[in-house]
């Protein structure tokens, strides 16, 4: 079956993927501590928007896991350019997908800010802006999954979390920034 040698090399990925995970997870949630230096207003914004956000990220979810599978197959040099070209593919329609969500939200932008109460335009049109990479992070992910490299997919996890948590941080703190200046 598999040696000793692939065993620990398995655990041992898999251990670092946890790793990540978990750290980059922490650090994800971690922004919620700053809400006594929001006010309930401006948390209550922060909400909505992140849930925006997520709710956004949606229709590209699934493709990590399709795309590290579709990588993990790939071996031959002609493998490797038709996975290319799917990727770039994928990434294009994503991308027409993303157009087409910002289109209606230009043409209802009034009609989204009244109902999800955002007194401030830009905050909408900076999650907006912001979803289309989101949209974009699974289809990256799944190529890093595919391609096996795990320690690179890790640290993006891991970057993504304190990357977000840091500049939270930064904006709420130093800057006495609101809900829109965090996303």
């Known amino acids: 079956m598999f040696s000793d040698q692939h065993k620990a090399r398995f655990f041992r990925q898999s251990g670092w993927m946890v790793l990540s ?3 980059g997870g922490v650090c994800m949630f971690a922004v ?4 006594p230096y929001l006010g309930d207003t ?5 909400g909505t928007l992140l849930a925006m956000m997520n709710v956004m990220m949606i229709p590209s979810l699934g493709l990590q896991t399709t795309l590290a599978q579709e990588g993990a197959a790939v071996v031959t040099d002609e493998d ?4 290319a070209g799917t990727v770039r593919g994928v990434l ?3 991308f027409v997908l993303w157009f087409c969500m910002a289109v209606i939200i230009a043409i209802f932008q009034n009609q989204f800010l009244s109902i999800l109460t955002i007194t401030n ?6 999650v907006v802006v912001i979803g289309l990479g989101l949209l974009w992070q699974p289809i990256l992910q799944g190529v890093l999954q595919g391609k096996q490299n795990f320690l690179w997919l890790g640290w993006v996890i891991i970057a993504n979390g304190v990357g977000r948590f840091v500049s939270v941080a930064i904006i709420i703190i130093v800057f006495n920034g609101k ?3 965090t996303i």
């Open 92 to 94: 294009f329609w994503i």
């Open 21 to 23: 995970t978990f750290l």
């Open 179 to 181: 809900a829109t200046g």
């Open 32 to 35: 919620h501590f700053f809400a």
């Open 42 to 46: 401006e948390y209550g914004l922060l």
């Open 80 to 83: 490797r350019a038709s996975f």
């Open 121 to 126: 335009p830009l905050a909408l049109w900076l």
